[in-house]
């Protein structure tokens, strides 16, 4: 299955502990895109990503939220002294070229802060 | 800020009717997309429609746009119960971003 992946599927942290979320494009994916999802709401734009770079991170909490795309591996997602009100489904999504082309999403994360 | 709000909020219909949601946006758009998500999986894509086209066909699917009154509608003909789930439409807020409404639950019974 050369489709997004995401790992872990469920993630369980106490407040003030550290999430760390994983996404592997789509095979010759370049792009990356993460989103938040929280019940009963649609989508938020969180962050744009290109092969090690940050194209826009306008969605994206300024503080204890993070993200990367290296050069080789997975685009990481990092959220750092989690918070109760952090608890919602995270979608990585990517495409293969820059652009208003259709997305591929992976099946997400679902991040719960006790 | 969102663009897309779909309409209605939640849709129950019998296996075999067909489902209309509606999806009205704010400024222009390039393209419009819509999205099924069933439940707790990821969204798949399910047709994009140009700002330059007015109607499109996907299987069971039709999708209208009427960019004068800044609205598209999603049509599921002969429903089953395999197309119970949320479906979502998006548009291009800019080159790369995509704004989702909060979408249409749609439940098909048996």
């Known amino acids: 299955n050369a489709g997004v992946m995401q790992n872990p599927r469920h993630l369980v942290r106490r407040r003030g502990q550290e999430a760390r979320l994983r996404c592997s494009p789509m095979?010759?994916?370049?792009?990356v895109y993460w989103y938040r999802q929280l019940p009963e709401e649609g989508l938020k734009f969180m962050v744009y990503?290109?092969?090690?770079?940050?194209?826009?991170e306008s969605g994206m909490p300024k503080e204890r939220f993070s993200a990367e795309f290296p050069k080789e591996g997975p685009s990481i997602l990092r959220i750092q002294q989690v918070v109760r009100g952090d608890s919602a489904a995270y979608f990585c999504?990517?495409?293969?070229?820059?652009?208003?082309?259709?997305?591929?999403f992976g099946s997400g994360t679902q991040l719960s802060v006790l | 800020s969102q663009q897309g709000e779909e309409d209605p909020q939640a849709l129950s219909i019998q296996e075999g009717e067909n489902a209309t949601m509606n999806c009205s946006y704010k400024?222009?758009?390039?393209?419009l997309q819509w999205y099924r998500q069933n439940s707790g999986r990821g969204l798949v894509h399910l047709i994009l429609?140009?700002?330059?086209?007015r109607e499109k066909h996907s299987g069971r699917l039709r999708v209208t746009l009427d960019t004068s009154k800044k609205s598209s509608s999603l049509l599921i003909t002969a429903s089953r119960a395999a197309d119970t789930a949320s479906y979502f439409c998006?548009?291009?807020?800019?080159?790369?971003?995509?704004?989702f409404g909060a979408g249409t639950t749609v439940t098909v019974r048996a």
């Open positions: 999504a990517s495409s293969g070229a820059r652009g208003r082309e259709k997305l591929f």
């Open positions: 095979k010759g994916h370049s792009h």
């Open positions: 990503l290109q092969k090690e770079n940050i194209i826009d």
């Open positions: 400024t222009s758009i390039n393209n």
């Open positions: 429609i140009r700002s330059n086209e």
């Open positions: 998006a548009t291009d807020f800019n080159d790369y971003k995509l704004s």
